[in-house]
């Protein structure tokens, strides 16, 4: 089992940028796709952008494409989300997610089996 853990969330005004990172433990991070959720108050849970195990593949929800950047260092263990651009319907609960099986890239959460305990993003206008 992987632990997970997400920083770098907090409050922006619209037009500005947050980097979340997220740091993993327990497992061999390079053979894992990684992702990033989010969940706003009252909406499902939905997928943001994943990463493949060895970073040479990236995957984003359409509202994010051109405004955010997937990426891990697996030397660190860590994966990153950089944020620019941010609109106040960016505002969620941000998860990090590490795929359960080795060496594919899932973009559904039913993929991923391990998750962080999410960080607050707040967007204001």
């Known amino acids: 089992q992987v632990q997970l853990v997400e920083s770098g969330g907090g409050l922006v005004q619209a037009g500005g940028s947050l980097r979340l990172s997220c740091a993993a433990s327990?497992?061999?991070?390079?053979?894992?796709?990684m992702g990033w959720f989010r969940q706003a108050p009252g909406k499902e849970r939905e997928f943001v952008a994943a990463?493949?195990?060895?970073?040479?593949?990236?995957y984003y929800e359409d509202s994010v494409k051109g405004r955010f950047s997937i990426s891990r260092d697996n030397a660190k263990n860590t994966m990153y989300l950089q944020m620019n651009s941010l609109k106040p319907e960016d505002t969620a609960v941000y998860y990090c997610a590490a795929d359960s099986t080795p060496f594919r890239t899932g973009t559904r959460k039913s993929d991923f089996g391990s998750w962080g305990q999410g960080t607050q993003v707040t967007v204001s206008s």
């Open positions: 990463i493949n195990w060895s970073g040479g593949s990236t």
């Open positions: 327990g497992r061999t991070f390079s053979w894992y796709a």
